[in-house]
């Protein structure tokens, strides 16, 4: 999945895993506890099924990397890439 890093706004790829498992029954034998009835044509359609469980796996901060450092506060730099002069007066404070 395409996201933005919330720390240096750059963008970054996620992944997402999920796990999960769904119980259908015909409809002469019983229902399911939550009703999932297949389909007279036998045919189920997955895809709400899956977008809703790969939906609660998207994380809601997403970073770039682990140990991204993020914008300056000053100036906007990106402190991946390059030191700013603001760095060292930011940490004497």
């Not at 933005?4 to 119980?23: D, W």
């Not at 297949?38 to 359609?45: H, K, Q, R, V």
């Not at 682990?66 to 914008?71: H, Q, S, T």
Request: charged share 25%; hydrophobic share 35%.
């Amino acid at each position: 999945m395409q996201a933005e890093c919330v720390r240096c706004l750059e963008p970054c790829t996620q992944g997402l895993h999920a796990e999960f498992s769904e119980l259908y029954s015909f409809k002469g034998r019983g229902v399911t506890q939550v009703g999932l009835i297949l389909p007279e044509d036998g045919n189920i359609e997955f895809t709400p099924l899956v977008w809703e469980y790969m939906s609660l796996d998207i994380p809601i901060k997403s970073l770039c990397r682990p140990d991204c450092k993020g914008l300056c506060v000053v100036c906007g730099a990106n402190l991946n890439e390059e030191e700013c002069e603001h760095q060292s007066y930011i940490l004497e404070e």
